[in-house]
């Protein structure tokens, strides 16, 4: 409470200061459009110089508002900035936006111009001063000029086939950094675990024993596949991406595949632990055939004799072993 009492309202602010916001809002988009463009400049050079662009335009808005506020109230411009006015719109920070991708990247950018375009027309229909009221209907109008901006950098810059190729880097990146070592956890959790959770089941017939040797094993694998795909390439060389992120998609998706057929010996009734996990079993084995089959480009039969061959040997071997 103490942090919004401390903000100015939109409405208490004089033209000066109005004028002093819209600057400095222009001048951080700026550096948004940069910070962008730097990111991508290595793998969507295309996309990169859209940014460039788009970071050019906002240089020539904030000249022009620099020019109307020495006109208007002289050189000496307030510090006022975003934080400094309540339900003014915020910006996500940069590095936080960056990570995700090109297409979050390009949707940020969408929605940076479309946040400031509303928040100027609704300001423009508050306020009953006619200068104040034109200023901010510039404003909007400027904001709405950047998405038209943004297009014709779009066509000029981005072809069809340019398009078409950086989206087909970006979906090879996603794969590399995210799919293929959550899918090797996923089968690896899934597979592995199979053996000391059955065996364990039929050796036992006690579902909380049962659910705790799955659990360890779970959990276990988790930290071992993600340091081991953590530690084993920086990404450098292979172009795999942040080892980082490798690191947790590996670990978390192996605890996955372990829990889902860990979980149904929460049951008390063994017989109903153990079908039901047989058909989580069933059910994991199956969805890892379909991404391979869908990320990998592997033939869907092939991928589901891979995967459901080998998790039933395993499956039969936990058996096996426990019932003996």
């Known amino acids: 409470m103490r942090f919004s009492l401390n903000r100015r309202r939109f409405s208490d602010l004089s033209e000066q200061e109005i004028l002093a916001l819209a600057i400095s809002s222009e001048e951080d988009d700026a550096r948004i459009y940069r910070s962008y463009a730097e990111r991508l400049r290595g793998d ?11 970071a050019a335009e906002e240089d020539t808005h904030r000249q022009r508002l620099v020019d109307l506020h020495r006109d208007r109230f002289g050189d ?4 006022i900035r975003r934080e400094h006015v309540a339900g003014y719109y915020a910006r996500r920070p940069v590095w936080l936006v960056e990570n995700l991708g090109i297409d979050r990247i390009r949707a940020e950018a969408e929605a940076m111009e479309r946040d400031a375009e509303r928040f100027y027309l609704a300001a423009a229909k508050r306020t009953s001063d006619a200068a104040t009221r034109k200023l901010l209907g510039d404003l909007a109008a400027a904001e709405a000029g950047h998405q038209s901006t943004a297009e014709a950098l779009e066509q000029e810059h981005l072809t069809e086939d340019t398009r078409s190729s950086e989206e087909e880097n970006a979906r090879r990146q996603f794969v590399l950094t995210w799919v293929q070592p959550g899918l090797a956890g996923l089968m690896d959790g899934s597979v592995s675990t199979l053996a000391p959770i059955f065996a364990t089941a039929f050796a036992t017939q006690d579902t909380w024993t049962t659910f705790l040797v799955g ?5 276990g694998a988790g ?7 953590a530690a084993s390439d920086d990404g450098q060389l292979s172009g795999r991406g942040s080892p980082i992120k490798r690191g947790f998609a590996s670990g978390i998706m192996t605890t996955v595949g372990g829990l889902g057929h860990a979980l149904p010996y929460l049951i008390p009734d063994f017989w109903t632990a153990t079908v039901t996990a047989f058909i989580v079993v069933f059910i994991e084995l199956w969805a890892i ?9 592997t033939p869907f039969f092939r991928a589901a004799l891979q995967v459901v061959l080998g998790g039933a040997l395993v499956f039969a071997a936990g058996v096996l072993i426990g019932s003996g």
């Open 44 to 54: 969507f050079p295309a996309t990169a110089s859209v940014f460039d662009g788009m």
């Open 76 to 79: 000496v411009i307030p510090l």
């Open 215 to 219: 659990l360890a094993a779970s959990v």
């Open 223 to 229: 930290i071992s596949m993600g340091f081991t795909e």
């Open 289 to 297: 055939a379909w991404i391979q089959n869908k990320y990998m480009d």
